[in-house]
């Protein structure tokens, strides 16, 4: 009685363990390891939106080299001072319509964003906002910088 008790639970173990490792096997499927691999693809949010800062006779220009399949939302961008001036900025490149998953119809950028506004000497503080995503869905929270002007030299710091 025991041995067919034995063989019911290996009969009974087999039936159970059979699916899955096949289900097991397919985890080796390469284009399953891609799905699993694809977190550690995201670069951190520095690597992917390149941001410098620079003075350029009375302009302060402002750019964002972007790696590829990475966008900036064109309204996600804030860029301003503790004084009272606004600063009327300019962008050089023209933004695309993408249906996004998350906000819809939007104008992002891909590839470089510059942006250019005139300094005012009293100024010495600017704050700058932006987010953007990649294209795999991964979307990084708004990233703060601040920009101190000191003579005609410009330091950039995380902002808060």
Known sequence: MQSKIKQLFLILGFTIYFPFSLYADSLTNP??????????????ADQSFQFSAFQKEDRIILTWELKENCFLYKDKFLIGSLAEESLYINTLQVPVMISDEYFGEVEVFYDKVTKSFVHNPLIKEISVEYQGCNEKGFCYPVINKKIIIKNKEILIKEGT
């Not at 284009?31 to 951190?44: N, V, Y």
């Open 31 to 44: 284009s399953f390891k891609e799905i699993l691999k694809g977190p550690q693809d995201i670069l951190p």
